[in-house]
């Protein structure tokens, strides 16, 4: 696998970050994960402004982004990636220095790592729909930021994995923020409730996307928090991500959602997003 690295592009084994890198020290980098679907990728823009976004929030310094999409691009190319579904890995971290809390001075270039690998896509899933387990929000209050900081997100998904279920929904102060690596809605009389952008969910370009295909469908959506005593009132339960797409979510915990299978709305909504792809793929 040929991957990029600080510049270079080189085989993977040949990567060698050091052990005073900041994200291997302290987690202090940001990430993105970027579909591409035949060799064209799915909101490169929406994701590139969110990583630009995440790095300003953080004060790290980078004035390469606008090479990252030729990047992205080579990365499928080179790895033979142009048919079929692939995901693309952005990471940049503060960079090494020795360890100290402050920021290390201000000549330490951050360390840049894109890989790009075949994705294979969880369609028995979008058909049949996934449990989900309930789980704390014990994160940090600063969820918008894209961060490899995600040892809450590990411990939640690794719940979920051991309840047999896909995906663990974060709850904090009573409402469903989102999942550990998914935005959460639901449907409730055919309106769709989600959690509001806020420091408390990650905006989503999948959400975002499914936003816009409400408003262009006229389905009625309302950005508010979904609370977990009013959850056995949804007739539907989703997930949206790039890696899930819309997934419907037909038990949480040991409450079937609805009659137990994918609801109207998140088939509908599947659906569009399906032809979304359909376009941009035949564009
Ligand atoms: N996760 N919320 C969280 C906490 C996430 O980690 C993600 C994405 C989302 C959905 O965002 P988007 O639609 O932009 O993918 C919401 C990525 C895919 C991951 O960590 O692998």
Avoid at 10 to 38: C, L, N, Q, T
Avoid at 158 to 163: I, L
Avoid at 175 to 185: D, V
């Amino acid at each position: 696998m040929i991957v990029y690295f600080n510049g270079r592009f080189i085989p993977k084994e040949e990567v060698k970050i050091s052990p005073d890198d900041r994200g291997f020290v302290f987690a202090d980098g940001i990430y993105e994960v970027v579909r591409s679907y035949s060799g064209r990728f799915f909101e490169f823009e929406a994701h590139l402004k969110r990583l630009t976004r995440s790095l300003r929030e953080i004060h790290i310094s980078f004035h390469e982004s606008e090479s990252l999409r030729d990047i992205c691009e080579a990365l499928i190319r080179d790895n033979d990636l142009k048919e079929g579904d692939a995901t693309v890995y952005i990471q940049i971290t503060r960079g090494t220095a020795p360890r100290k809390h402050t920021f290390p001075d201000k000549t330490t270039q951050p360390t840049v790592y894109i890989s790009a690998s075949a994705f294979d896509p969880p369609e028995e899933n979008w058909k049949k729909g996934i449990k989900a387990v309930l789980v704390p929000d014990i994160r940090w209050s600063r969820c918008d930021i894209k961060a490899t900081a995600l040892l809450s997100n590990v411990l939640a998904n690794q719940r979920a994995y051991q309840n047999h279920a896909q995906e663990a929904l974060f709850v904090r102060d009573g409402a469903i923020t989102e999942g550990s690596h998914t935005n959460f809605c639901a449907v409730f009389d055919g309106q769709l409730v989600t959690f509001p952008e806020s420091n408390y969910i990650l905006s989503g370009i999948t959400r975002g996307v499914i936003l816009k295909l409400c408003r262009e469908m006229e389905i009625p959506f309302r950005e508010f928090p979904v609370f977990e005593r009013d959850l056995k009132r949804a007739d539907e339960c989703m997930i949206l991500g790039t890696t899930t797409e819309v997934t419907p979510v037909v038990q949480v915990d040991e409450w079937k959602v609805g009659d137990g299978t994918p609801g109207t709305v998140t088939m509908k909504l599947q659906k569009a997003f399906r032809e979304t792809i359909c376009k941009i793929v035949s564009q």
